[in-house]
């Protein structure tokens, strides 16, 4: 198993009064190792929504701060999935400062479900899927 990675410079809008980041930035971050890693997997969101007919809207979101970062500073966002259920999909992040690899700044999670384009009805994880997502699996760590 490999963690996909992005990179990403904390930027003058991901800042907030206080000098920090600011906790919606690492939505960003987030969305971006999310789009990233799915486009890794042959599943980017025209292929999922044209090809599969499905979406795959967060249902929830999560996000842990652990330590402040700074404008201009170079984050390395991890991505991997850590549960694939019936219908869910647990896309799992974790984010460390790329001067210091061995301290995680800030973990998340989002749970996407799979649901029908059209209805927003939640379907099964197609097997297509799961094949393709089958490198980025692991289990969440404690």
């Not at 967060?58 to 652990?66: H, K, L, Q």
């Not at 393709?132 to 692991?138: D, G, L, M, S």
Request: hydrophobic fraction near 45%; charged fraction near 25%.
């Amino acid at each position: 198993m490999a963690r996909y990675r992005i990179e990403e410079y904390v930027r003058w809008e991901d800042i907030d009064a206080a000098g920090i980041i600011n906790y919606q930035a690492y939505l960003r971050f987030f969305g971006l190792a999310e789009a990233e890693l799915l486009r890794s997997a042959g599943l980017a969101y025209g292929y999922l929504v044209d090809v599969l007919g499905i979406w795959l809207p967060r249902v929830r979101v999560e996000c842990n701060f652990r330590k402040p970062v700074k404008l201009d500073e170079l984050l390395v966002v991890e991505a991997f999935f850590s549960r694939i259920g019936r219908t869910s999909i647990h896309l799992d992040f974790g984010v460390h400062r790329k001067s210091d690899p061995s301290v995680v700044v800030a973990t998340g999670r989002y749970v996407l479900v799979c649901v029908h384009q059209g209805s927003f009805e939640p379907i099964e994880v197609p097997a297509e899927i799961r094949t393709r997502i089958a490198p980025y699996v692991e289990s969440a760590a404690p």
